[in-house]
C-alpha cells in the first residue's frame, strides 16, 4: 500500500436487501491490491442492472468478491500488486470488476483494465465496461456475428442496448431494437439502431417479419428470456443464434425443439460476473485489438444518461428502476 493513501475510504452498501433505500454511504477499509491486482482511486463507477438485482438480493456476488456494489470503474492506479508492473501507478484506466466499485477505492484486475485515452472523460470511460465487455462477447465471439447480419437487441436505450447499436453500426451490423415508447425509438434511431419497434404499440414477431421481408434475423441478444424466448424463436432465420444475457422476464421459457431442430437454431447464453480471472483477461485482449482503436480515434462513445454525486447511489438506483434513463447512468466518487 502506497503511504499518502488513507486507512478509510467512504463506500455505498446495505445491511439488508430491499429498494434503493437501503444503499447508503459507509465508512469501509481501502483494500491493498494482491497479486495481479491495482488499486484504482476511482473517479467515476458505472451503474448496471445486475447491481440494481444484486441490491434486491437476487445476484449474491461470487466467491471472493467484494460485497460492494459497482462493476465498472474508471480513475487512476494509485498502488500495484506483486507482478503487476509498477509502470501502471499514475495511469487512467477503466476497468471490469466483480465488485466494490461503488467506492473511492477499487481492486481491479491487472489484466482487465483498459488505458483511458486522453480525448476520453473518466465519466464516459467508466461507462464502458460492463457493456462493452457484455456485448462483445455475446454478440461477436458466442453468437458469432458478422459483417452484413441483422439482430434483434431487447431493451434499445439500455447501456447494453446503446452499445449493441453503437458497435453494431461500426461493424457494419443492421441492428432491429425494440422500446418501450416511440420517444425512446426515437433516440435510439439516433444512436444507430436501423429499426426501432415500440414493443407496446406493435407485436415485434410481425414488425421483424416486415422488416426483414420475412427472413428474420440471424441473431438476437435476449435480456428477457421467460415467454419472450419462443417469440425471439419466430424472429430467427434459419441457422440463427439466440443468446441469453438475463432474465428480467422470468428464467423458464417452452421452446419447441422440432423447430429448434428443423430450422437449425443454436441456443446459447452467458452470465459474465462469476467467469475467471483468465477468461476475463482474454475478453480484455479482444476488445484492446478490435474496439479500443475505435475509442482511441473518438469513434465509440457511450451514450450517457446521468451522473450521480456516490453518496446518491439511491437515487441513481431508483432512476434505472423507473425505466426512463438511456444509456449509462454513473456515479461520481
Known sequence: MAADLPELMTAVGYAQPGGPDVLRPESAPVPAPGAGEVLVRVAFAGVNRPDVVQRQGNYPPPPGASPIPGLEIAGEVVAVGEGVAEALLGQNVCALVTGGGYAEYCLAQAGHCLPVPAGLPLAEAAALPETLFTVWHNVFERGWAKEGETILVHGGTSGIGT???????LFDLTVIVTCGSAGKCARALEIGAAHAIDYKADDFVEEVKRITDGKGVELV?????GDYVARNLKCLAEDGRHVTIAVQGGAKAQV??????SRRYTLTGSTLRPRSH?????????????VWPLVESDRLRPVMDRIFPLVDAAEAHARMEAGEHIGKIVLEA
Open 278 to 290: 483468465e477468461f476475463k483477461a482474454l475478453v480484455a485482449q479482444e476488445i484492446a485489438a478490435n
Open 256 to 261: 419447441n425443439m422440432a423447430v429448434v431442430m
Open 221 to 225: 441478444l435476449d435480456m428477457v428470456a
Open 163 to 169: 452499445m449493441a447499436c453503437l458497435l453494431g453500426r
